[in-house]
């Protein structure tokens, strides 16, 4: 066991743990942040996406001891101007279903629509998670329109 700071959300947070726990179950058991759901369990789905410093990281797969010191964002703490637009986007196209999955596509789309420039279209296959819903066009449509909307600056 090792006792481990972990920044989420902007709240710090000390965790007594054994180095290698991945990072989603100490997310959900030990500090009670749900915002991270468990999917597959080997981070191919992506439901338990969350962001270190500036990298999206399958949390399910993702030892604590390699988050520790470091900033976590899940999506109750991505507030941005874009994080924003993607919220306002997900209720208009009325994307989530069930809404399990959708914390990891919003993460997902998120960094995706940082890295595209204005002029780019978003390379899709780069959002590699999973939605047992099958909401992927609504999604697709989501994104989308936040990407014109940040190409013409609306």
């Known amino acids: 066991m090792a006792l481990y700071e972990l920044t989420i959300d902007s709240k710090v ?13 100490v997310l959900r058991e030990d500090l009670n942040q749900t ?9 191919l789905c992506g439901a338990c996406t969350v962001y270190v410093d500036n990298n999206l990281v399958r949390a399910c797969a ?9 900033k976590i964002t899940t999506i109750h703490g991505l507030n941005d101007e874009l994080a924003q637009k993607l919220k306002a ?6 994307v989530p279903q069930c809404g399990y999955c959708q914390p990891g596509f919003v993460l997902g789309a998120h960094k995706l629509l940082k890295k595209t420039l204005p002029g780019q279209t978003p390379n899709w296959n780069e959002v590699t998670n999973l939605c047992r819903c099958g909401t ?13 909307q940040t190409a013409t600056g609306s």
């Open 89 to 94: 986007a997900w209720l208009k196209y009325d």
């Open 35 to 43: 915002q991270a759901r468990f999917g597959c369990g080997a981070g």
């Open 62 to 70: 993702s030892a604590v001891a390699t988050a520790a010191g470091k």
């Open 136 to 148: 992927y066009d609504r999604i697709r449509q989501a994104v989308l329109d936040v990407h014109s």
């Open 13 to 25: 947070h000390t965790v007594d743990t054994e180095p290698n726990k991945p990072l989603l179950w």
